[in-house]
């Protein structure tokens, strides 16, 4: 099995991307696939997996009011999508499924967080 530098991760980002991304999601998730590339054998398909699952705690966490747990949750679930691209990027074993799955899941977990995140409670 190829052992992978933090420098080979770094090529698999993308030549552009949001202000958010490039600045506070991508430093983390490029030291996060680095150990997942060398170290483990999750599939790019089962990263988009573990993404939605976060994305979904993060909506329940939002429609239960708990706002700064679903921040967090939510941008978990981001980072994990964004490394679950690297994987695939780095080890050449993205797939028409993987890229629809991961697009299919990237909306459902940003749709279903919008209603909870908007929501205010006028009752407190």
Not at 56 to 69: D, E, K
Request: aromatic residues 12%; charged residues 15%; contains cysteine.
């Amino acid at each position: 099995m190829r052992t992978y530098s933090l420098d080979d991760v770094y090529e698999t980002r993308k030549r552009r991307d949001s202000w958010w991304t490039v600045y506070f999601v991508d430093p983390v998730a490029c030291r996060v696939a680095l150990p997942v590339a060398n170290h483990t054998r999750l599939t790019p398909n089962a990263l988009t997996v573990l993404s939605l699952v976060l994305g979904t705690v993060s909506a329940a966490c939002f429609a239960a009011n708990h706002l700064i747990a679903g921040a967090g949750f939510f941008y978990l679930s981001f980072m994990i999508d964004c490394v679950d691209g690297k994987i695939a990027r780095l080890k050449g074993t993205g797939t028409p499924f993987g890229l629809w799955l991961d697009y299919v899941g990237g909306i459902g977990s940003g749709s279903s967080c919008a209603p909870g995140g908007w929501r205010t409670d006028s009752t407190r």
